[in-house]
């Protein structure tokens, strides 16, 4: 066989992104940061066109096992008015596929199981992208490990690793490609469903527009917790608290109404 494609990251869209090309007989070798990896965050919301990406490679059983369909998305206003409603029960007839919410850790896992078991595919961790640049007929590259330094060839990189992308870096080295502040701060919690009033726990999504920011929430994990996502206006210092209690989000909260 080739050499391999190397994929640096193994988030969510690096393990897909390793499983079509190992379906398509591609050697694979994934290069992750992180000592274990594992999914941080919350919920995930993927329309027809994902799921019915992630179905051609095998897992559409394992979606509608851990998946969440949503029977509406419901938009209203900062005084509850209904806005607009999107009927999602005909979604599947509609679009090939159903509206799904996850959560992230699910199908991370989910991914990372069937790349595991693929015997195109080799996962390394504690591995972090260096250096690479283009010859012919592939990739020279470098990462660091945790027995130092590692040189060798790739048929193709492919870069997955993240809002801080060494890859994207090295790639699109000029300012106009740097990070820049979108001027809002998302702020996101878990919540017991048997927490929350008995019309947050259907099984809908919901946008609420506020002036200066607004408010998503969805239920997860067969309806037993609650993902909800504040995002507001408004600068967050580099040191500030990046936990926050309901308390305290409220009286923030209450500001943009």
């Known amino acids: 066989m080739s050499a391999p494609i190397v994929i640096a990251g193994a988030g969510i869209g690096g393990l897909t992104a390793g499983l079509a090309l190992a379906q398509?007989?591609?050697?694979i070798l994934f290069l992750e940061r992180a000592a274990q990896i594992e999914e941080i965050g919350a919920g995930l919301q993927i329309a027809p066109n994902a799921g019915r990406a992630l179905a051609q490679l095998g897992l559409q059983s394992a979606l509608d096992?851990?998946?969440l369909e949503p029977q509406a998305i419901n938009i209203r206003?900062?005084?509850a008015g209904l806005l607009a409603r999107l009927d999602l029960s005909v979604?599947?007839?509609r679009w090939g596929a159903p509206f799904r919410v996850f959560h992230r850790a699910d199908l991370q896992q989910l991914l990372l199981d069937n790349v595991s078991s693929h015997p195109n595919v080799t996962i390394k961790t504690n591995a972090r992208v260096e250096t690479f640049e283009a010859i012919k007929d592939g990739v020279a590259l470098k990462y660091e490990s945790v027995a130092g330094t590692v040189a060798l060839t790739a048929s193709g990189l492919v870069g997955a690793d993240g809002l801080r992308s060494i890859v994207r870096e090295r790639m699109m080295n000029a300012l106009g490609d740097a990070l820049s502040y979108a001027g809002s701060v998302a702020w996101r919690?878990?919540?017991p469903?048997?927490?929350v009033c008995e019309v947050f726990r259907r099984r809908e999504s919901n946008l609420w527009l506020l002036?200066?920011?607004?408010?998503v929430h969805y239920p997860l994990r067969d309806g037993t917790i609650i993902n909800i996502v504040v995002i507001l206006d408004g600068l967050?210092?580099?040191d500030a608290e990046k936990e926050i209690d309901g308390d305290t989000l409220k009286q923030i909260g209450r500001a943009h109404v």
């Open 211 to 215: 002036p200066g920011g607004h408010v």
């Open 24 to 27: 398509a007989g591609k050697k």
């Open 65 to 67: 096992d851990f998946g």
């Open 91 to 93: 979604a599947r007839q």
């Open 193 to 195: 469903a048997e927490h």
């Open 189 to 191: 919690a878990l919540v």
């Open 77 to 79: 206003d900062n005084h």
């Open 236 to 238: 967050l210092d580099e």
